[in-house]
């Protein structure tokens, strides 16, 4: 098993381009997380996606769309980029909606806007 | 609203010794869970340890071990005989069960400096 992907690993963009970040999972999980991580921070959520077909915002959803295009694979859009998303962003999966249920993460996408 | 609270900014400890990282929470929730992932130099976030709030016993695993104390909101993570190899970013997260979705919530995190 990969666990989770993601790709690309490294982006810079200029103020004002769109990119698509993708994300899938091949362990059968059911829901699916987008956070972003600045510098000295924790992460923050952006979006998630409890089961295929839907998705709901979290904490920081400003600037950002996502589609969850089947149960393996959840995507963040940039529709235009700005240096405020200038940061380190990470998808997550969860079999479930225990609470006992341990999130894995991918290996993170570092972008920086220009 | 949950809160997760990590109140050093960085630790320094001596390899071989062991060393407390501290992690209270704000929670109304009955049910939740705790976590400590790791997060090294490479970027990657490595789960570590998970304490559910209706176990009695604290959590182990390997050297790392989680002082769970309910009443004061407390969920410390203790690492055992320190190795340069943890010298990372730790970061306490709760898990919050939410209209039928579970999100983690993060604290700052604590830098861990393991020297030799």
């Known amino acids: 098993n990969a666990g989770v992907t993601q790709t690309p690993k490294f982006q810079v963009l200029k103020t004002g381009q769109s990119m698509t970040l993708q994300c899938a999972q091949d362990?059968?999980?059911?829901?699916m997380y987008w956070y972003r991580q600045d510098p000295g921070m924790g992460l923050r959520l952006i979006y998630y996606?409890?089961?295929?077909?839907?998705?709901d915002k979290g904490e920081v959803p400003n600037g950002y769309n996502v589609s969850r295009l089947n149960k393996r694979e959840f995507s963040l859009r940039l529709e235009s980029a700005a240096p405020s998303q200038t940061s380190v962003y990470f998808c997550?999966?969860?079999?479930?909606?225990?609470?006992?249920?341990?999130?894995?993460f991918g290996p993170g996408t570092r972008l920086t806007v220009l | 609203a949950q809160k997760i609270t990590q109140t050093q900014p960085g630790m320094f400890v001596q390899e071989k010794e062991a060393v407390t990282l501290d992690c209270t929470y704000d929670t109304s929730d009955q049910s939740y869970g705790l976590f400590w992932y790791k997060q090294p130099s490479s970027g990657e976030m490595i789960f570590l340890i998970y304490?559910?709030?209706?176990?009695?016993q604290n959590a182990t695993e390997g050297r790392y071990s989680l002082n769970f104390q309910k009443a004061r909101k407390s969920a410390n993570l203790v690492i055992s005989a320190s190795q340069l190899g943890d010298s990372a970013m730790y970061f306490c997260a709760m898990i919050k069960v939410s209209g039928g979705y579970n999100k983690l919530i993060f604290g700052a995190g604590t830098r861990l400096a393991v020297h030799p």
């Open positions: 996606s409890a089961s295929e077909g839907t998705t």
């Open positions: 997550a999966s969860n079999p479930g909606t225990s609470a006992h249920n341990e999130q894995f």
């Open positions: 304490q559910g709030s209706y176990d009695e």
């Open positions: 362990m059968n999980h059911n829901s």
